[in-house]
């Protein structure tokens, strides 16, 4: 265990730096707690989900590392690290990052709220500590709503990175449903309406919303059979198309389930289940994670219907603030969801290895590429005058 120490309020904050998963799960519901309060609500940054990426998406040039602080007895921050091998100009260093994959597109820092300010720059540190001969520190698609994002904006002593990655969709929940529902183009509820007439005429319909200690990891093998029918089987994006992928999922689903915060969300019609949504609760969110239906039902919309109801019983809550969606797709634009930033950011300490071989080689190469792209700019344009 690596010890690393600083004063709070006259206290010793203390680092612990875990590599076995026997040793991660000791930290488990002290760090599902931070995941569960954390202002950015970001489920990826739970133990159930970066433990599963750990356990199935790290590259063979990678291994993971968490470092732990603590104020005594309490756990007051979390920084989960992939540590990347990588040789330049025939030395050996080391890339960190809360790095991510096709099933892992976000893992956050999470701290105490209202002790962000001290207890992330002392990560920070703590992992150049524990690990020297690194180039930087990478974070991929972290939310514009993440505290590690204005920490690391006025942190003394360090080159900061920050490029736009992507947006992802959410919708804020109002009180009123029938309100937000009129807020919706009048072709969209339209077709919702039409979509409800054809589905409230098959036999058997019923909604379905299981959570914590009734949220079984046995409905995945459902998500994973109804999925498959779907377009993302040609797409070759489904489950069942990954070995890999059914057993994070099998993972990960036990893990959401244990920590109590997994919810399924299922439509039924038929005697069998025509829509299922794989979602995540936490203190005032629900993540939609994956979604999938039965094209052979799709006359009636059931991927619609359920979400539409999941937003109603959202609503009718009074402990739910966002619906999450993560992604951004067009379909997203009919529910009138909001687009949230997300950004990749790079970190370089000004000690000498990570800023020349961190920043400046970074920097250096992206020149390099730049002025490559002109080049062949111009060399078309001269080819296609000579022509």
């Known amino acids: 265990m690596l010890t690393y120490k600083k004063k709070l309020d006259k206290k010793q904050l203390q680092i612990k730096v875990v590599q076995s998963f026997e040793e991660l799960n000791f930290h488990a519901d002290k760090w599902n707690q931070l995941a569960f309060e954390a202002p950015q609500q970001l489920p990826m940054s739970s133990i159930a989900w970066v433990s599963s990426y750990f356990e199935y998406y790290l590259e063979s040039d990678e291994s993971w590392a968490c470092l732990f602080a603590y104020d005594g007895d309490?756990?007051?921050?979390?920084?989960?690290?992939?540590?990347?091998?990588?040789?330049?100009?025939?030395?050996k260093f080391a890339l960190l990052g809360t790095h991510r994959s096709a099933q892992t597109c976000s893992i956050d820092l999470l701290t105490k709220q209202g002790q962000e300010d001290i207890v992330i720059p002392f990560l920070i540190n703590a992992a150049i500590e524990y690990c020297p001969y690194q180039v930087g520190i990478i974070f991929d698609?972290?939310?514009?709503?993440?505290?590690?994002?204005?920490?690391?904006?006025?942190?003394?002593?360090?080159?900061?990175?920050?490029?736009?990655?992507?947006?992802?969709?959410?919708?804020?929940?109002?009180?009123?449903?029938?309100?937000?529902?009129?807020?919706?183009?009048?072709?969209?509820?339209?077709?919702?309406?039409?979509?409800?007439?054809?589905?409230?005429?098959?036999?058997?319909?019923?909604?379905?919303?299981?959570?914590q200690n009734k949220a079984k990891t046995e409905y995945l093998t459902q998500l994973i059979e109804v999925e498959a029918k779907s377009w993302k089987k040609d797409a070759g994006t489904a489950i069942t198309d990954s070995p890999t992928a059914v057993t994070f999922y099998q993972s990960l689903t036990q893990r959401l389930s244990n920590a109590g915060f997994l919810e399924w969300q299922i439509l039924e019609a038929e005697g069998k289940i025509i829509a299922i949504n794989l979602a995540v609760r936490l203190k005032r969110l629900i993540l939609i994670w994956k979604l999938a239906y039965d094209p052979a039902y799709s006359k009636c919309s059931p991927g619609s219907m359920l979400l539409e109801e999941a937003i109603k019983l959202a609503c009718e809550s009074e402990d739910i603030d966002e619906i999450n969606l993560m992604t951004d797709h067009s379909w997203y634009d009919n529910w009138k969801m909001e687009k949230r930033p997300y950004y990749n950011l790079k970190l370089y300490s000004h000690k000498p290895i990570p800023f020349i071989f961190g920043y400046l080689t970074t920097s250096t190469y992206q020149i390099l590429r730049s002025y490559k792209y002109k080049l062949l700019s111009l060399s078309r344009k001269i080819f296609s005058f000579s022509q």
């Open 74 to 91: 309490e756990l007051v921050g979390v920084m989960p690290l992939v540590i990347k091998s990588r040789r330049l100009f025939g030395f």
């Open 141 to 211: 698609r972290l939310p514009e709503n993440s505290p590690t994002i204005s920490v690391l904006e006025k942190l003394s002593g360090f080159t900061l990175t920050k490029e736009l990655d992507s947006v992802g969709a959410f919708l804020r929940i109002k009180d009123n449903f029938a309100e937000y529902r009129g807020s919706l183009s009048g072709n969209f509820r339209s077709n919702l309406n039409k979509a409800a007439k054809k589905l409230h005429k098959l036999p058997d319909v019923k909604f379905s919303f299981l959570n």
